[in-house]
DNA sequence: TAGGCCATCTGGTCCT
DNA sequence: AGGACCAGATGGCCTA
């Protein structure tokens, strides 16, 4: 619960039933074992290449090689030598020898896919609002989804809450008419979200966004 | 100790 | 055939 003081809206955090209690009870301190990873940590979303691998490279087959991981090491929570037998009846006309060595592939493979998967949600978490601490324990994964989730839609309730607002206020400006003070929250003139000062590549910046995006531009409604 | 979370292995399925 | 994706199973770690 802690991690999430720093939140600015309750609106998003509510979580599904089950996740949201037990996913923040989770916020205590943990001797730091699992610091952010940082591979996301400057932004650039999609941009990940494999960076920070984190405790799952420290633990798993990724340093010692493919040859090592899972069968003879005894890597945790591997049921390698039970289903064994599974794997010598296996469908491949392979010798075993060959079957073990394309086993051990496949599972380095589905282990990368794994990781990037969780890089992935490290990025997501590190743009969504909550404490990020070395002391605080990280979202979990399910918690991180819905939390990020209710964000985006908490994002779109405010944009679409924005554009009314400016929609009143132009034509507010036609018909010289105060602003209702439900309606305006900033005070008396209107406040542009982009600021006062011209936005470098002003005209490019404002069509990016949808709609009346150019409205929410000072630089744009001063032009001429 | 129970429960939550996670990493890993595994076999199946689908796609290229 | 090989790779990607998925879901089930298993065991380890941590916290309440």
């Known amino acids: 619960m802690a991690e999430l003081k720093s939140l600015g809206s309750e609106a998003y955090l ?49 340093q010692s090689g493919d040859e090592e991981d899972g069968f003879e090491a005894g890597v945790k929570g591997g049921p390698g030598f039970e289903r064994e037998g599974k794997l010598k009846g296996g469908a491949l006309g392979k010798k075993p020898k060959e079957q073990r060595s394309l086993r051990l592939s496949i599972n380095a493979r589905e282990r990368r896919r794994m990781h990037d998967l969780n890089d992935a949600l490290d990025g997501l978490r590190s743009v969504i609002p909550y404490a990020h601490s070395p002391s605080v324990r990280k979202l979990s994964k399910i918690a991180t989804l819905l939390l990020a989730k209710n964000y985006i839609l908490m994002q779109a309730q405010a944009l679409e ?3 009314r607002l400016v929609a009143y206020l132009n034509q507010g400006q036609a018909l010289s008419a105060p602003l209702p003070a439900t309606l305006n929250p900033f005070g008396q003139s209107p406040v542009y979200p982009f600021g006062g000062a011209a936005v470098p590549g002003c005209p490019e910046k404002c069509t990016a966004f949808t709609g009346a995006a150019s409205a929410l531009c000072k630089h744009c409604n001063d032009k001429p």
Do not use: I, Q
């Not at 996913?23 to 494999?50: K, N």
């Open 14 to 62: 509510a979580l599904a039933p089950g996740y949201g209690p037990s996913a923040f009870a989770y916020g205590a301190v943990r001797g730091g074992a699992e610091g952010p990873r940082g591979a996301f940590a400057g932004g650039g979303g999609a941009d990940f290449h494999g960076g920070a691998m984190g405790k799952s490279a420290e633990s798993s087959g990724e």
């Open 161 to 163: 809450e924005m554009r």
